[in-house]
DNA sequence: GAAAAAATGTAGAACGATATACGTAGAACG
DNA sequence: CGTTCTACGTATATCGTTCTACATTTTTTC
């Protein structure tokens, strides 16, 4: 089934053919019935592969750190939403958090004639990012770089939600709020957090108890520094978690250690995944929408797929979602 | 860059440089070694989208069903451990757990010229499946078919893991062991885990006790079902759910109620997932060994692609870590 | 040392779309 | 009524690989 048989059973050309998937200039209604009709009577579809040599392939790649955090779920939710009346697809690539390998799959991706590209979470720098930009068209998700200019960027305010987080902990009486963040040289959006975090502390008159702690990701890495934060001299009665997934894995570490949450200790998370409603999580956290990141992520690389230029920073504002985590008040009564 | 380039500056044809790309036969380790030096040196890479119109892209299509249960995860990181040395690369679609999406998805994998197609808990039945296998090398996970011969299939054996379940909570002195399964007509896994839970509970004597709840994978329906479960006039003492996620939200619910776990009742899962081990779920689960599913289905759909014909079914043996979440004595001691 | 076999390399026709350049008919214009 | 537009279609070069068929050289065999 190729696009000549089409073109023979409809009795026209095959540029006629082509023209009518691609929507292009210059068909009639006429011609666009006849050839939409071989096309489902034969059961056509276009090879990608095909399309890719002079065109476009109608896919984009989309770069993800990895499977396990759930906030991610939520994006791909915007992102396939803003797909689905579209011609594009996507498809995924996991970098394991790796720099190496976010690069040879970005690499891949380019390789496969991907339209454009949506990276997740990424850890790459701004030259480097640029050099992806100038080859495809570019969006970034958790990536700050305002002065950007070869890319568009997709953020919720990271700053303001850090910020967020201390205002409540500091209301809800607690003073000595830690923050456990990630190692990673580069990554804008920790900054930006870790950045909120300390004004935060700052205007609510906690300077002396700024203590930030940065692990990987590795869950035992991540067990044994919660455990070291929490039997060390100068114990918080309250820690900031840059991401969810990190804030559940300190609530199970306080358990072990016999503290209460909330009462010895406040837990807070960022991103506002399904598990913070669980009972037995319960989590404050950050709601910075991944749907709605996801799914203008994913307008705006079409819109660059189609030609725009001009760059867009899209900025969606953070909002709390307070539980029990955080709310000693809410056990007593 | 492209294949022309690197055979003008080795000095050699076009076809010498693509025998040394594929690693085809007739190539001398002197012409291999120049002709590599060349790709090196002018950092040539070749394009899957033209290797597509001939030979392989060298890209396996991953169907998911979705991103939220991190047992995907697991099989992922075998998948990429086991695509690490050799030329593939893997691209993931998401189904989002609906059979429309899925066909969707391996039909524009077919159309990007995949060279095989791996699919994780597909809710495709046999015959669909058939239909893929002869378009393209197929291999599935989670999805049993002993009799299958046009792909091969990756499993565990899901009827020895429900009944290593049933039989835990019996010793344990569980009596009224409720199942919650999924609604999903023809997930053949599912049907295997039912099978295994009716058998195990016969064979301990507990017949009249059986009681599957089946719900479908939306966050407020099974809560809905969960709570009706343990609100009704039959309250279990016991509940297996079919995968760990399901379970999380059983405890939720059931932590809401008021009721103790394990004491009232005790929760078990099914996948073995990060999350069981966080002392705020404390869940006891079966260990299907995601990782070595995933590795073992990289390697089957590798040799598939390379042109064995012969089907191979895998299975793994599953195994029960047993946590606090089905055993009272735990808890006491 | 001639014939056969194996090893090594090359030329060039595919693969299935896209997109440029162009032809032709009918409409609009003055 | 001739000229210029516009709308609609077509012919075909092109994209970057693969792979078949073949030519040449080297090795093996008797």
């Known amino acids: 089934m190729t696009i000549r048989d089409v073109a023979k059973d409809a009795g026209v050309s095959v540029a006629a053919v082509s023209k009518v998937l691609r929507d292009a200039y210059g068909v009639s209604d006429a011609l666009r019935a ?7 009577k034969l059961d056509y579809r276009p ?32 992102v396939n939403t803003a797909l689905e009346r579209t011609q594009y697809r996507a498809m995924v690539g996991i970098s394991q958090s790796s720099v190496e390998t976010e690069m040879g799959i970005v690499e891949s ?29 570019l969006v970034t998700i958790g990536h700050h770089d305002p002065e950007a200019t070869t890319f568009d960027t997709v953020n919720n305010h990271d700053q303001q939600g850090a910020m967020l987080v201390v205002k409540h902990l500091a209301v809800n009486g ?15 959006i920790l900054i930006q957090r870790e950045l909120g975090y300390r004004r935060g502390m700052m205007e609510a008159g906690l300077g002396k108890h700024i203590n930030i702690t940065s692990s990987s990701q590795i869950l035992r890495e991540v067990q044994l520094n919660a455990r070291r934060l929490l039997t060390g001299p100068q114990r918080p009665d309250a820690i900031f978690c840059w991401t969810d997934l990190i804030a559940l894995e300190v609530i199970s570490v306080a358990r072990e250690l016999g503290l209460d949450i909330p009462n010895d200790l406040a837990v807070v998370g960022y991103d506002n995944t399904m598990f913070c409603d669980f009972a037995q999580n319960n989590l404050t956290s950050i709601d910075q929408s991944g749907e709605q990141l996801g799914l203008q992520a994913a307008r705006l690389l079409i819109e660059r ?14 909002r709390i979602v307070v539980r029990q985590s955080s709310t000693p008040a809410a056990i007593s009564a």
Chains 1, 2 share one sequence.
């Open 47 to 78: 090879l990608a592969a095909a399309r890719g040599m002079r065109g476009q392939t109608y896919t984009i790649g989309i770069v993800l750190p990895d499977l396990r955090n759930p906030f991610f779920a939520d994006i791909m939710d915007g």
């Open 34 to 40: 006849n050839v939409r009709a071989s096309m489902d």
């Open 174 to 188: 607690y003073r000595k709020i830690a923050m456990f963040s990630l190692v990673s040289g580069t990554s804008t």
């Open 109 to 137: 991706m380019i390789d496969r004639q991907m339209d454009g590209m949506l990276m997740i979470g990424s850890t790459e720098d701004r030259k480097n990012l640029d050099i992806i930009a100038r080859r495809k068209p």
């Open 305 to 318: 797929i189609k030609g725009r230029a001009v760059t867009e920073h899209f900025v969606v504002t953070p």
